[in-house]
């Protein structure tokens, strides 16, 4: 049964932190790409970082900046996703999710995740 668990969400103030997890158990680590997501209410959900765990390529979205970077253990089999500079417009429930086709590009995000399997998310607040 594939899983995937989010974790390291919580409320820091702007300018500040956080590394968020996403531990993954149920499939063959190395064989899918693994997406962070962030949703907010009322609005879509947007994609922010994704890995193609089979060769480590990383594709983060562009709005972002810079400030967040994705990364992932292999012996952990769970994937990072470092935030920093966070802003209040960062604050949202974030999500992990895994597809068979690798990500590539700045449009990795569309359709990423149909047809795969979501964590439950994990929560940041950034706020003073």
């Known amino acids: 049964q594939v899983q995937l668990v989010e974790s390291g969400g919580g409320l820091v103030q702007p300018g500040g932190s956080l590394r968020l997890s996403c531990t993954t158990s149920?499939?063959?680590?190395?064989?899918?790409?693994i997406g962070w997501f962030r949703q907010v209410p009322g609005k879509e959900r947007e994609g922010v970082a994704c890995?193609?765990?089979?060769?480590?390529?990383?594709y983060a979205r562009n709005f972002l900046n810079g400030r967040f970077s994705i990364s992932k253990d292999d012996a952990k089999t769970t994937v990072y996703l470092q935030m920093t500079s966070l802003e209040p417009d960062d604050t949202a429930v974030y999500l992990c999710?895994?597809?068979?086709?690798?990500?590539?590009?700045?449009?990795?995000?569309?359709?990423?995740?149909?047809?795969?399997?979501w964590g439950n998310g994990t929560q940041v607040t950034v706020s003073s």
């Open positions: 890995i193609n765990t089979s060769d480590g390529k990383t």
């Open positions: 999710a895994t597809d068979l086709h690798d990500c590539y590009g700045q449009d990795w995000y569309i359709n990423f995740g149909d047809f795969g399997a």
């Open positions: 149920g499939f063959r680590f190395g064989r899918y790409a």
